[in-house]
């Protein structure tokens, strides 16, 4: 809280207050919260602003204002603190390594009139005992001593309301090798200053924090799962077009698994096990356009608490949260986002309830904490018309264009219209685990933001200054509409779903091939299969001739990638050669160890390296060890024509499949997909 004091109130104090408070209420809050501490106020911008005492300056213009009598010995409201970019600092005793990444003067042309501790500087030739130091950047910082914490805490006076931070990059040797974000809390020490000696040798994937790496990756995919590869980039864009074939499927917070979810003593790596949990799981390289060395951007950090209410129906054992009678409108669903927490009667939130999947006519619940992979989560009772509670933070990283003027007075010229880079929104975790995959956990109370190396080596370099104000031209709005769509019923149906819809035909040529299909589509199950328990299945139909090897090699369901050819015992095929219909629970069988091709014709084989036919099929890389599974056509195998092949049983927690394999044959023939629904 803000201060004001009994003697000496000066306007510039009052204004300071009032920014330090958080306030929004004055009637000069534009005036107020312009970052300057030069430009012109009067009293009446205070008009209308409150103090903890509950009193409020007079918002009447014929009533005269006083400092002794309106303002002495009070302090500004802080129920709805915001900080700006300009309210932050840098110290280096908040630096886990202070004689080599420190806070200190920044220039003038970027940081306003305010230049002390106004620069993130690392100077090169580090030790190497301290690799990947990071410092953390102070919100309402008036000496070094002030915690670098945002309170998150809901019950808390000081929690904030909305933060933000830009920065200058002015110089660095490498952009791939600084990280930028937000750190959780630990909160089994409650204590930043003995917390910041873990902080000298994580990377940028570390669990304990929500991170940008340089390289162009975000270490946590966001809670925005209405995206897909092929979807336009949300607005505000950092590009034009599509998010591409390497966006992650793999949403929201699950604690002690995904990114920000753990202490910073036990951190894990993050994403635990796999890269599919990045934002983009592969090429790295994203965002060239705005960080390397010549284009000296600005980029951006911010959180926003939003919180809403809404009428549900709840069915006890559901998943399925739907409106009490007509559609929910956009209006409804206003500040309301995919990943938020939710509470209320019927909900279980002592599991880390939150929604997803949101709709006009549906959302789905899903369990946050006890699961390492998104889990739906069943309301505890059902309720025919009752209010919930939707609640979060959101978090951005943030860019603007390259400025095309990079020096001298005009610098700050193109310093406008901020966009997002990366995730459309991560929601803050609100639990932390002791380490990864632990079932016990805390609520996070406080973030920092951040800025470091992500090197090991010893002669990187940077200078970062901090922004007095937001960038110009169109401010940062984020808002998503909704659709209606298909209300989960009880599952999928019983039995085959799909497998009439090709995924691959003809000859491929000798090069790897990809598809990924979405079991919940209409051409599958036509609704969600996360939840049950199912095998996917795969029939083929081969062409005319010999010539129509089809091999699979590599399979990924629920987020995990299986090479085909080294399970192949866990994979069974169909004992009745030309069946058209599928054949349900019958006649299965292991798959053939390939000795010759008249042996195993007509079915399904395992393989090393090629199949005995020439002219088709290609020698399996070293990627799949050098194995596959794979139909063998050779006569009479292309007259039997049709082979099934289907997969152990799983339970979903995914949609989505992908499937590699080669195609190489000139009577290639047709294969198709679907899943058995146990």
Known sequence: MAGIGSSSISFSALKASYVAGGGTDAEGHNNLSDGSTTSAISLSDFRNSEFTDDTSVPDDSDEEISINDDFKDKTFKSSSIVYNTGSFRVYDNWSAYSTKLKGTTGDSIFTGSTTANKRVKLYNYQSSSYPYPIILLTPNATNSSTSPGIIVDRTNSNAVSEVTVWFRVRSHNTYAQVQMGILAKDMTLNNWTTQKSYLHNKHGTYCDRLCFHGWGYHNYAGSRDDITSSSTVVSPQYKTGTYGSYLTTNFHNRTGATAGTMRSYNAASAPVGSTNMYFFKNSYSNYNDYRGQSKNPNHGLKVKWYETTLQVKLVSGSSTIVPVSSNWTNSNLTDLFSGMYVSGTGIPTGQGAFIGNIHKNYMILYKGKGTTSLTELNAGSSQSNTTITISGYLYWTLTTASESTNSGSNANLNYTNPKIMGPPHTVLPKYQAASSGSTTSVEIK???????????????????????????????????????????????????????????SGNKG???????????????AGVSVIGSTGRIIFRYVSGTSYTGDIQLVQITVNGTSTNLGTSYTSWQKNTTTNITSFPGTSGWTGIFTNSSAYATRGHWCHDYYNTPSGSTGVSIPSTYNYRCIYYEATSPGYSYK????????????????????????????????????S
Not at 460 to 470: A, F
Request: proline share 5%; charged share 10%; glycine share 14%.
């Open 446 to 504: 406080e973030w920092a933001f951040y800025i470091g190396d992500t090197t090991s080596g010893t002669n990187n370099y940077l200078d970062y200054d901090l922004r007095p104000t937001d960038p110009g031209g169109t401010a940062f709005d984020y808002a998503v509409s909704y659709s209606t769509g298909t209300v989960p019923g009880s599952g999928p149906t019983t039995g085959l779903n799909g497998n009439t819809a090709s995924i691959s």
């Open 642 to 677: 049709t082979a099934w092949l289907r997969g152990p049983s799983i339970t979903f927690n995914s949609n989505s499949v992908t499937l590699r394999y080669y195609a190489y044959g000139g009577t290639m023939g047709t294969l198709y997909a679907g899943v058995d629904i």
């Open 510 to 524: 000798q090069s790897l091939q990809t598809v990924t299909f979405d079991l919940s589509g209409s051409s599958y």
